[in-house]
């Protein structure tokens, strides 16, 4: 007998484990990262944003590597890293009239969110590469060899390939530098499931048929259908009515009052009824729970962001895409320091983004330029924010591009640093006796006291006197736009 349970004990452990294998195999097969790379791009479960086209590779193309006869030489190079993606010379190959130069790029995808090159225009339900110019081959003196005398090709994946006649051949005897500026540059995030959710969603429909069949397996007396009235019995305690939004317990009450007569396995059939009931509990206790947890600021960080490469639009939509933010989200705050030569030392961006359940994504997001870094704080509130009056967050970088507010300066001639800072509302302002401008498309001019009140969208700019948060910034300067009502040009 108790060789019997020790090799029931073994072969139930044997089991778990050949389980706990298998779905650890599966989740590995399910995250490698092609698997993760088709997902992303396909748009399965993640968002993807465009933040960039254009984006350039370039490097010196050797001459012993362009075959003397047909035939490929190849080379599996990787002649830049940027954007989380490898970009490959894999070989230069050569056929009856032509030879020919083919790049490749390898992204390395995150599982939760990141940034990646494609040779393609990625739109809901197509792929659309670009017919442009997109090849420039020079001689060691920047002269083009080619003068547009040259084909191309792309595919299969990231593959893109650029074919030259024979004729050519001659003038790439000392090498070439080859320039590619066809990648276009995709930030994309998976969509938010709190990790609470997903064990949630996965374990408890198991919980659920684990618990009826330790019920079932504690039956006192044989029944006929047993495991059926069982369920019966869990869904009729777990039934629910609704009055005024508010969900009552009315199969458990109607299990009480006409399904407690005696009858068989009926201790059973009283808990299937209370696992019903509680399955309703957890209806009421758990949403209050994850939201709670939604509402605690989650923070991540990630790198390679160059504001040199990007732009100030680059790193802002590569922040709407990573963080994710949807088209409605508005500004809650801009803040920007820059250096002397106007560099931007730092840039910090708060968003509110509502959802549909009337509730707000708060994001705040910070880059810092020496770094080459953002770090990201995103948390649910239910607390009413000012939404109207507040700038769409598209439009407010569209404007910011189009008056060059990130030129405009404080007071008192050159300093060390100067700090910009939005007052997000649209609203009426009379600051008499201070530094007044409007901004338009026209440039800056000045504000006379005459002219206030005004109403407008105010920008602050000043000198801070290091970049310590709380050193004071001196030589304020208001600096209004988007204006309906007084402060006018004149």
Same mark, same amino acid.
């Given at each position: ?7 029931? &004990? ?12 298998? #779905? ?26 465009? #933040? ?17 006869? #047909? ?61 442009? $110019? ?29 074919? &030259? ?84 317990? %009315? ?49 991540? @960080? ?14 802002? /939509? ?5 963080? $994710? ?13 820059? @250096?002397?030569?106007?560099? #931007? ?23 810092? @330029? ?9 948390? %649910? ?40 800072? %939005? ?18 498309? /026209? ?9 206030? $009140?005004?109403? @407008? ?34």
């Amino acid at each position: 007998m108790n060789w019997r349970i020790a090799w029931k &004990i073994a072969a139930g452990v044997l089991v778990v484990i050949i389980l706990f294998t298998a #779905v650890l195999l599966i989740q590995l097969y399910h995250n490698r990262s092609s698997a993760v790379y088709q997902r992303i791009i396909n748009q399965e479960g993640y968002s993807l944003s465009l #933040v960039k086209e254009g984006v350039a590779v370039e490097f010196f193309l050797k001459p012993e590597w362009i075959p003397k006869e #047909v035939g490929e030489t190849k080379l599996n190079l990787v002649v830049e890293r940027k954007f989380d993606s490898d970009i490959i010379l894999e070989k230069v190959g050569k056929s009856q009239k032509h030879f020919y130069i083919q790049l490749n790029v390898v992204p390395h995808p995150n599982r939760s969110s990141g940034q990646l090159l494609n040779i393609s225009h990625i739109t809901n339900d197509s792929f659309i590469n670009s017919n442009g $110019p997109e090849w420039q081959i020079t001689d060691t003196t920047g002269k083009d060899l080619l003068g547009g005398t040259y084909g191309g090709g792309e595919g299969p994946g990231n593959a893109i390939s650029v074919d &030259i006649p024979d004729t050519e051949l001659s003038k790439f005897a000392q090498g070439a530098h080859v320039r590619f500026s066809g990648f276009y540059l995709y930030g994309y995030a998976k969509f938010n499931q709190s990790n609470v959710t997903i064990w949630l969603s996965a374990l408890f429909p198991l919980l659920v048929i684990a618990c009826l069949i330790m019920l079932y397996r504690k039956r006192s007396e044989p029944e006929k259908n047993l495991g059926w009235k069982l369920i019966g019995h869990m869904l009729l305690g777990g039934f629910t009515f609704s009055l005024n939004g508010l969900r009552l317990p %009315l199969g458990f009450v109607i299990y009480l009052l006409f399904f407690r007569k005696p009858r068989p396995n009926l201790s059973i059939k009283d808990k299937a009824a209370l696992l019903g009931l509680a399955m309703y509990v957890l209806q009421l206790v758990v949403p209050p729970v994850l939201s709670h947890l939604d509402s605690i600021p989650k923070q991540s @960080a990630w790198g390679n962001v160059s504001i040199e490469q990007l732009g100030f639009d680059g790193v802002w /939509k590569m922040v709407m895409a990573r963080a $994710p933010v949807s088209n409605q989200a508005r500004v809650e705050g801009f803040e920007t320091v820059l @250096a002397q030569n106007g560099e #931007v030392i730092e840039l910090e961006f708060q968003l509110f983004d509502p959802d549909a359940n009337g509730r707000y994504n708060r994001i705040n997001a910070v880059y810092h @330029a020496s770094e080459q870094s953002v770090t990201l704080k995103r948390s %649910l509130t239910n607390e009413k924010l000012q939404y109207s009056g507040a700038f769409l967050a598209d439009d407010f970088v569209n404007r910011v591009q189009q008056l060059e507010l990130l030129k405009l300066k404080p007071a008192g001639g050159e300093h060390r640093y100067v700090m910009l800072e %939005l007052d997000p509302l649209h609203g009426s302002y009379a600051m008499k006796n201070e530094s007044n401008f409007g901004v338009d498309e /026209k440039g800056v001019y000045p504000i006379g006291d005459e002219q206030l $009140p005004i109403t @407008a969208t105010r920008l602050i700019v000043c000198a801070p006197q290091s970049l310590d948060k709380m050193s004071a910034c001196e030589d304020d300067v208001n600096y209004y736009f988007n204006i309906v009502e007084g402060g006018m040009r004149e």
